[in-house]
């Protein structure tokens, strides 16, 4: 039918796409309905012109690369939804005081996790942190800057290899630096920082902004020890003289 033809168009297969690629399976695996209707509707409006690859599996998202109508290249992550993770998802998006409605229904509760992971990273770069511009959103479908090359930008676990003391003590004043504007500017925490958020591109970018949430959640003092806690062990273990996760989770608390 129509809807499918307008997928095909998506996904480049009228052209010169094998029906067998990766990203035929992995679209015939995880679009459903709601997800091609979507696509469609953000391809009408010029937000996604073509998906042309994957750039990851995951459990609760698959991210494609892709371009928008005017040749700018943007990477898509689209939300399962149906996903083994509602209840988590649900106790997040209950202690956050800017959700109002809490949908029972699955697939309308992952609508509302990819509008705040939206706005997280709008309101992200408000404060400086160098995170993927947030380019438009709708249902599970978050359109957003992508982050690379010809390549998408390795995670900082990708290149850890290569990396000098130096490197890491300076990505390490980097992070904290991230952890601190953004809970004393931004009252907000990620929620999720680590290695594997972390995209290495002229500077490091932030990405995965689906935990983070504001200081008034009664689970932020929570998440943000726990971003210093991860933070300080990785950096610790690769040589770097780090603060206290616990000092430093005092210091910014209580003031
Ligand atoms: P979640 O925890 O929300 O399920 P996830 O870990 O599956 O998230 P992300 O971390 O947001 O999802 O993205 C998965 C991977 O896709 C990243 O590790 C990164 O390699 C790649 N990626 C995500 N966003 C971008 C982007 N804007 N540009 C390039 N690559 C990206
Ligand atoms: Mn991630």
């Given at each position: 039918d129509a809807l499918e033809r307008e997928i095909e168009e998506i996904l480049g297969l009228r052209e010169r796409r094998e029906k067998d690629s990766e990203l035929y399976k992995i679209a015939n695996e995880v679009f459903d309905?709601?997800?091609k209707e979507t696509l469609a509707y953000l391809h009408r409006r010029?937000?996604?012109e073509e998906l042309y690859g994957v750039i990851s599996t995951g459990k609760e998202a698959n991210?494609?690369?892709?371009v928008d109508s005017e040749g700018n290249r943007i990477a898509v992550k689209i939300y399962r939804t149906y996903t083994?993770?509602?209840?988590?998802?649900?106790?997040?998006l209950a202690a956050d005081p800017r959700i109002g409605y809490l949908p029972k229904d699955m697939r309308k509760l992952v609508f509302v996790w990819t509008r705040?992971?939206?706005?997280?990273l709008q309101r992200a770069i408000k404060y400086a942190v160098r995170v993927p511009e947030p380019l438009a959103f709708r249902n599970n479908v978050l359109v957003m800057e992508f982050i690379g090359d010809e390549l998408p930008a390795p995670r900082l676990k990708d290149v850890e290899k290569d990396l000098t003391k130096t490197d890491f003590e300076e990505l390490y004043d980097f992070t904290m630096g991230v952890i601190e504007r953004l809970?004393?500017?931004?009252?907000?925490v990620h929620g999720d920082l680590s290695e594997y958020n972390i995209l290495i591109?002229?500077?490091?970018?932030?990405?995965?902004?689906s935990q983070a949430t504001v200081k008034r959640n009664r689970m932020s003092l929570e998440l943000l020890r726990r971003d210093l806690t991860n933070v300080s062990n990785y950096f610790r273990k690769r040589g770097v003289d780090v603060v206290d996760p616990e000092e430093?989770?005092?210091?910014?608390?209580?003031?």
């Open positions: 309905r709601t997800t010029g937000k996604i991210v494609f690369a892709g083994t993770e509602f209840r988590r998802i649900w106790e997040y705040r992971e939206f706005k997280n809970w004393k500017r931004g009252d907000m591109h002229e500077g490091p970018v932030v990405i995965d902004w430093k989770f005092r210091e910014l608390v209580e003031r």
